[in-house]
Protein backbone atom coordinates (compact mmCIF):
# COMPACT_ATOMS: atom_id res chain seq x y z
CA UNK A 1 0.00 0.00 0.00
CA UNK A 2 1.23 3.27 -0.59
CA UNK A 3 2.03 5.69 2.05
CA UNK A 4 3.57 9.35 1.86
CA UNK A 5 4.94 11.04 5.28
CA UNK A 6 5.75 13.89 5.64
CA UNK A 7 7.64 15.72 8.30
CA UNK A 8 9.93 18.94 8.99
CA UNK A 9 7.28 21.42 9.56
CA UNK A 10 7.09 23.24 13.01
CA UNK A 11 7.26 27.12 13.68
CA UNK A 12 9.46 29.62 12.80
CA UNK A 13 9.80 33.29 12.70
CA UNK A 14 9.95 35.49 9.28
CA UNK A 15 13.20 34.93 7.79
CA UNK A 16 14.18 31.77 9.52
CA UNK A 17 14.55 28.50 7.34
CA UNK A 18 12.91 25.03 7.87
CA UNK A 19 13.49 21.07 5.94
CA UNK A 20 10.53 19.33 4.81
CA UNK A 21 10.51 16.03 4.10
CA UNK A 22 8.63 13.37 2.28
CA UNK A 23 8.72 9.59 2.84
CA UNK A 24 7.04 7.55 -0.19
CA UNK A 25 6.56 3.64 0.22
CA UNK A 26 4.59 0.98 -0.55
CA UNK A 27 6.25 1.38 -4.48
CA UNK A 28 9.02 2.47 -6.38
CA UNK A 29 8.44 6.24 -7.45
CA UNK A 30 11.79 6.81 -8.78
CA UNK A 31 10.47 7.64 -12.37
CA UNK A 32 7.57 9.29 -10.99
CA UNK A 33 7.31 13.28 -10.43
CA UNK A 34 7.57 14.27 -7.00
CA UNK A 35 5.78 17.52 -5.62
CA UNK A 36 4.72 19.56 -2.96
CA UNK A 37 1.58 21.59 -2.58
CA UNK A 38 0.37 23.73 0.52
CA UNK A 39 -3.13 24.87 1.80
CA UNK A 40 -4.31 27.88 3.22
CA UNK A 41 -7.05 27.76 6.07
CA UNK A 42 -10.55 27.39 3.70
CA UNK A 43 -8.72 27.49 0.48
CA UNK A 44 -7.96 25.11 -1.84
CA UNK A 45 -4.42 23.55 -2.11
CA UNK A 46 -1.58 25.63 -4.68
CA UNK A 47 1.66 24.23 -6.44
CA UNK A 48 4.47 25.10 -4.68
CA UNK A 49 7.46 22.95 -6.13
CA UNK A 50 7.69 20.09 -8.17
CA UNK A 51 10.73 18.13 -9.18
CA UNK A 52 10.66 15.30 -12.28
CA UNK A 53 11.61 11.63 -11.59
CA UNK A 54 13.90 11.08 -14.88
CA UNK A 55 15.37 14.33 -15.96
CA UNK A 56 14.83 15.72 -11.78
CA UNK A 57 14.17 19.20 -13.65
CA UNK A 58 12.48 21.37 -10.88
CA UNK A 59 9.47 24.04 -11.35
CA UNK A 60 8.42 26.74 -8.86
CA UNK A 61 5.64 28.57 -8.66
CA UNK A 62 6.90 32.55 -8.55
CA UNK A 63 5.98 33.48 -5.19
CA UNK A 64 9.08 30.92 -3.54
CA UNK A 65 11.27 31.12 -6.48
CA UNK A 66 14.89 32.21 -5.22
CA UNK A 67 13.75 30.96 -1.39
CA UNK A 68 12.98 27.37 -1.69
CA UNK A 69 14.81 24.58 -3.15
CA UNK A 70 12.82 21.51 -3.83
CA UNK A 71 15.29 18.38 -4.17
CA UNK A 72 15.53 14.14 -4.25
CA UNK A 73 18.08 11.28 -4.09
CA UNK A 74 18.06 9.93 -7.54
CA UNK A 75 16.12 6.24 -7.15
CA UNK A 76 14.87 6.94 -3.49
CA UNK A 77 11.58 7.82 -2.34
CA UNK A 78 12.39 10.77 -0.84
CA UNK A 79 11.52 14.42 -2.14
CA UNK A 80 13.06 17.33 -0.07
CA UNK A 81 12.16 21.11 -0.02
CA UNK A 82 14.08 23.43 1.69
CA UNK A 83 12.80 26.82 2.70
CA UNK A 84 14.58 29.73 3.06
CA UNK A 85 14.02 33.59 3.94
CA UNK A 86 10.52 32.61 5.18
CA UNK A 87 7.26 34.81 5.31
CA UNK A 88 4.38 35.05 7.11
CA UNK A 89 2.33 34.48 4.05
CA UNK A 90 4.07 30.79 3.32
CA UNK A 91 2.06 29.76 6.53
CA UNK A 92 0.01 26.25 5.24
CA UNK A 93 -0.48 22.73 5.67
CA UNK A 94 2.39 21.56 2.75
CA UNK A 95 1.29 18.26 1.24
CA UNK A 96 3.74 15.95 -0.65
CA UNK A 97 2.72 14.57 -3.68
CA UNK A 98 3.59 12.02 -6.08
CA UNK A 99 2.22 11.59 -9.98
CA UNK A 100 3.86 10.60 -13.50
CA UNK A 101 4.82 14.08 -14.80
CA UNK A 102 5.86 16.68 -13.12
CA UNK A 103 2.79 19.74 -13.65
CA UNK A 104 0.97 21.96 -11.19
CA UNK A 105 -1.94 21.33 -12.10
CA UNK A 106 -2.96 19.29 -8.61
CA UNK A 107 -5.67 16.75 -10.49
CA UNK A 108 -2.59 15.55 -12.44
CA UNK A 109 -1.41 13.80 -8.85
CA UNK A 110 -1.94 10.00 -7.97
CA UNK A 111 -0.53 10.00 -4.23
CA UNK A 112 -0.88 12.60 -1.37
CA UNK A 113 0.26 12.66 2.26
CA UNK A 114 -1.67 13.63 5.27
CA UNK A 115 0.28 17.26 5.60
CA UNK A 116 2.83 18.86 7.64
CA UNK A 117 1.92 22.29 9.10
CA UNK A 118 4.22 25.17 8.81
CA UNK A 119 4.09 28.49 10.69
CA UNK A 120 5.52 31.79 10.22
CA UNK A 121 5.64 34.38 12.60
CA UNK A 122 6.25 38.24 11.98
Known amino acids: QVQLVESGGGSVAAGGSLRLSCAAS????????MGWFRRFPEKEREFVAV????????YYTDYVKGRFTISRVKGENTVYLDMNSLKPGDTAVYYC???????????????WGRGTQVTVAS
Open 26 to 33: GRSFSHYA
Open 97 to 111: EVGPVPRRQESLYEY
Open 51 to 58: IGGDNGKA
